[in-house]
């Protein structure tokens, strides 16, 4: 059982460029979220989706989209890539009601802008 | 406006001795709560949770916690910390419409 997977685990991106952050999670989880931590912030949710076709914002969504397609997958775009979103990403999926209601986080993926 | 607060941003604590990490939180309604943990270069993993019933609940790792509904407290308490618990603790609030938020997290060092 493979969770909640992120990739590319690193990525150097240049001002201006555009990527997207996968994730993928085979836990049938209703539930999916993104953050973004920097040191001493803690982590800061960016979006978050309660199902396919459903997305949040969350604290921070300026300069990022997101989209729902599928149950599984819940990728990040970043447009315009800026230093201000040099940071450690992490995506998480949780699951419905009282019997297991915590969010799993895959390993995350550092991004630095340059 | 919901919010999370962990007072502490760094505690040291010598190995041995008891450790307690604070949270507060303010939601309209009592969130789900959680604590996790996070070692340095690692992902998060997750050492107990709260929604509802007794309110000590144990985790994994030999970790507790107190939920306190009158003071919008969720504390994190172990009673003989280990060299290996030196991690980064976030508390971790998630209200009824599933949207997760997190402290600001307090590092713990433990000494010899």
């Known amino acids: 059982n493979a969770g909640v997977t992120q990739t590319p685990k690193f990525r150097i991106l240049k001002i201006g460029q555009s990527m997207t952050l996968q994730c993928t999670q085979d836990?049938?989880?209703?539930?999916m979220y993104w953050y973004r931590q920097d040191p001493g912030m803690g982590l800061k949710l960016i979006y978050y989706?309660?199902?396919?076709?459903?997305?949040d914002k969350g604290e921070v969504p300026n300069g990022y989209n997101v989209s729902r397609s599928t149950t599984e997958d819940f990728p990040l775009r970043l447009e315009l890539a800026a230093p201000s979103q040099t940071s450690v990403y992490f995506c998480?999926?949780?699951?419905?009601?009282?019997?297991?209601?915590?969010?799993?986080f895959g390993q995350g993926t550092r991004l630095t802008v340059v | 406006a919901q919010s999370v607060t962990q007072p502490d941003i760094h505690i040291t604590v010598s190995e041995g001795a008891s450790l307690e990490l604070r949270c507060n939180y303010s939601?309209?309604?009592?969130?789900?709560l959680f604590w996790y943990v996070q070692s340095p270069g690692q992902g998060l993993q997750l050492l107990l949770k709260?929604?509802?019933?007794?309110?000590l609940v144990q985790g994994i790792k030999g970790f507790e916690a107190e939920f306190k509904r009158s003071q919008s407290s969720f504390n994190l308490r172990k009673p003989s910390v280990h060299w290996s618990d030196a991690a980064e603790y976030f508390c971790?609030?998630?209200?009824?419409?599933?949207?997760?938020?997190f402290g600001a997290g307090t590092t713990v060092t433990v000494r010899a």
């Open positions: 998480a999926s949780g699951g419905v009601g009282t019997l297991a209601p915590e969010a799993f």
């Open positions: 836990m049938n989880h209703n539930y």
């Open positions: 989706s309660v199902g396919a076709g459903i997305t």
């Open positions: 939601y309209g309604a009592t969130p789900y």
């Open positions: 709260y929604f509802s019933g007794d309110t």
């Open positions: 971790a609030p998630r209200s009824n419409d599933y949207k997760l938020s």
